[in-house]
């Protein structure tokens, strides 16, 4: 039984580690925020994202169609477990815009700025 348990424990760190420890693609890693890029992608995201995903994250059921919710305990673990993963499929999507719905902000934005958005979305109250 002992051996069993180890053995299960072993196998939930293994995949926690692989999670973590993949890169987030060609994007490389999140650079570290400034407090100039905090404030930046603030004001940015209440003056361009939160008309359709809501100032903390959570859309008004009246948009159509629904843009993801952000800022939820889902949300939060999976930048936990997916890192920069995760990370960088947000970035990916704030770059390059989604299903002809949300736009892509990459011809406007810096990656500095991009990055500074994604680690907004990483922070919004859940």
């Known amino acids: 039984m ?22 987030p693609g060609k994007e490389g890693s999140p650079p570290r925020t400034t407090d100039e890029l905090k ?4 004001l940015y995201w209440r003056q361009k994202c939160a008309v359709c995903h809501g100032l ?18 889902g949300m939060k673990m999976g930048f936990f477990f997916g890192g920069d993963k995760m ?16 736009p892509a902000f990459g011809k406007d934005l810096s ?11 990483e922070r919004l109250p859940h």
Not at 2 to 19: E, H, R
Not at 60 to 68: D, H, K, L, V, W
Not at 111 to 121: F, H, P, R, T
Request: with cysteine.
């Open 39 to 42: 404030i930046f992608a603030d």
């Open 87 to 102: 990370r960088a499929g947000i970035f990916r999507t704030v770059r390059d815009g989604k299903n002809q719905v949300m």
């Open 111 to 121: 990656e500095e700025k991009i990055w500074a958005l994604v680690e907004k979305i």
């Open 56 to 73: 903390t994250g959570t859309p008004s059921s009246e948009t159509n169609p629904a843009p993801r919710k952000f800022g939820t305990f």
């Open 2 to 23: 002992k051996f069993q348990i180890s053995f299960f424990t072993l196998s939930l760190c293994a995949i926690f580690l692989s999670y973590c420890s993949s890169g």
